[in-house]
């Protein structure tokens, strides 16, 4: 009895100094009095747990603050510097990095780009990322808390990677290879996934609770945050709407059914069209994204009607996913965000055209605020949250 009771303490009062942690974290500048207050714990529990907070070098203290009558109190504040986090977007045709600190701050980023690689290639250009990211990493208590990668493909609850299509991945570990490698906590996830969760974190979404994030690269996800929470259905699967059939008789896809949403809409979409069309201007050269953009920008009425046609896909399904889910907010992102310049209207008359009247009460359809780091961001705050979280129950599981 007394173990359970021993136990039992501990638990609550690490639930308690989780409580405490989360309110410094949201409302630094906070003095003790304040969190015992908001919290609803005594102020000398509080005062027992921020030193506990201050000991793991999570929190910190400030100067005094505003006084409300006696003496001046010293603020705290959460150590934003106390470690670091790896997040890592895997794309179909690039891989960017970013060292964040543990308010999703960045402190580097590292990009590159390739084509057509294996996943042996793909994997060593992970390793040269992560590498010179960790080295980069300044000095702190915690050094690197663990890294995080967003794959576009269908990433189950236990971080295996059941099937890339468009990377040509099937039942592939990598978290298993991290770890082995690098002796951290990994995470893997969905890459539309991550890019609604940072989205929401850290960009267009903060102040909505139903969100839709479109991942429009070479290939089409879909993350959904649903009441305020990620939702991935009861296996991680959810989210897979890249994949819908909006054209019955259309072409095979990489995934095996025909017609697919992404086959239209995505940057592989658009370059493939681009390609048909056999622009002089790119005789030759193996087309990129970056070539269309440049060609939009000096006013090509060709290539400014093949974003426009993407656009008016990208509201097709954009559509059915709105009179599905009912959100506040849909941020579409990835590489295609870049071409929002063209894509928007064709993108809203489809929508307006087409959804549902009452569902386009009160919706917002915009574009990402994180450009192309949604995804990096997301996965990164993920690694975040996990550290603190296990942080608090290794403390548990060690004072028992």
Known sequence: ??????????????????LV?????????ISRAAVAQEVGLNKGTVSSLVNDLLEDHLIYESGPGKSSGGRRPVMLLFNEKAGYSVGIDIGVNYLLGVLTDLNGNICNEKEVTFKNLSYEEIELQLFHTIDYLIASAPESPHGIIGIGVGVPGIVDNHGEILLAPNLKWKNLNLKLVLENKYHLPVIIENEANAGAYGEKKFGAGKD????????????????LILNGSLYKGSNGFSGELGHMTIQVNGPTCRCGNKGCWELYASEQALLTAAEKMNLPSLAGKELELSDLLALA?????KVISLFEQAGDYLGVGINNIINSFNPQQVIIGNRMASSYKWLNKTLTDRVSNQALWFQQNDLTICFSELSTFSSALGVSAF?????????????VSLNV
């Open 208 to 223: 909505s609770k139903h969100i839709i994030y479109v991942s429009a690269g070479i290939g089409i996800g879909v993350g």
């Open 1 to 18: 009895m007394r173990e359970n009771r021993t136990w039992n303490h501990h638990v609550v009062k690490e639930g308690n100094k989780s």
């Open 297 to 301: 920008e000096q006013g090509d009425p």
């Open 383 to 395: 690694s975040i949250e996990n550290f603190l979280s296990v942080s608090m129950q290794q403390k």
């Open 21 to 29: 942690l989360k309110k410094i974290i949201n409302h630094s500048p």
